[in-house]
């Protein structure tokens, strides 16, 4: 009777970690929240490319070089990670980066942007970052734009293009061979 008691309870426990697992991955509710969540979804030389993200607003705050600091690790975005998939292979800045799904994370300068590809992709901001668990690297350079108050991404022919206040980041992907 004991053991099977046991195994009732370890299957229970399985089953609602199973339950609880998926949801976990997924971004929170943003009914709440003052940064709603977005996705871009869209294609590139056959390639499917997913990001979702939370949509900071500038609300006239100083952004660039104040909410978020220069030379540091940023989430690109608000609350969780961004993610970032993509359905094949491809190369991004002309290096190689396999198919999956990646946290987005950037390095925010003047005058260039490290981007990063990392292999935690479920994470909430930039507080368990870890650098050793990069799939890549590439540097960018940021251009003027058009002010733009909620954060947001768009595919733009081969690019990617993050933009938010007075600032767009274009990122080149195509197939990989």
Same mark, same amino acid.
């Given at each position: 009777?004991?053991?099977?008691?046991?195994?009732?309870?370890?299957?229970?426990?399985?089953?609602?970690?199973?339950?609880?697992?998926?949801?976990?991955?997924?971004?929170?509710?943003?009914?709440?929240?003052?940064?709603?969540?977005?996705?871009?979804?869209?294609?590139?030389?056959?390639?499917?490319?997913?990001?979702?993200?939370?949509?900071?607003?500038?609300?006239?705050?100083?952004?660039?070089?104040?909410?978020?600091?220069? #030379?540091?690790?940023?989430? !690109?975005?608000?609350? +969780? &990670?961004?993610? %970032?998939?993509? @359905?094949?292979?491809?190369?991004?800045? /002309?290096?190689?980066?396999?198919?999956?799904?990646?946290?987005?994370?950037?390095?925010?300068?003047?005058?260039?942007?490290?981007?990063?590809?990392?292999?935690?992709?479920?994470?909430?901001?930039?507080?368990?970052?870890?650098?050793?668990? #990069?799939?890549?690297?590439? !540097?960018?350079?940021? +251009? &003027?734009?058009? %002010?733009?108050? @909620?954060?947001?991404?768009?595919?733009? /022919?081969?690019?990617?293009?993050?933009?938010?206040?007075?600032?767009?980041?274009?990122?080149?992907?195509?197939?990989?061979?």
């Amino acid at each position: 009777m004991r053991c099977t008691k046991s195994l009732l309870f370890s299957s229970l426990v399985i089953v609602l970690l199973l339950a609880v697992v998926p949801a976990v991955a997924e971004r929170g509710d943003d009914a709440d929240r003052a940064s709603k969540n977005g996705k871009t979804e869209g294609s590139i030389e056959g390639v499917d490319v997913t990001l979702e993200y939370g949509r900071p607003n500038v609300k006239s705050r100083e952004i660039w070089g104040g909410l978020v600091p220069y #030379d540091k690790v940023w989430r !690109t975005g608000a609350n +969780e &990670a961004t993610t %970032f998939s993509i @359905s094949k292979d491809v190369m991004v800045e /002309g290096k190689e980066l396999a198919a999956g799904t990646y946290g987005l994370f950037t390095i925010p300068g003047e005058a260039e942007w490290p981007v990063v590809f990392n292999k935690g992709p479920d994470q909430w901001g930039a507080m368990k970052y870890d650098a050793a668990e #990069d799939a890549l690297r590439v !540097t960018v350079k940021p +251009e &003027a734009a058009d %002010f733009v108050e @909620s954060m947001e991404f768009e595919i733009d /022919g081969s690019d990617v293009v993050l933009r938010w206040e007075k600032v767009a980041v274009p990122v080149t992907l195509s197939a990989a061979d």
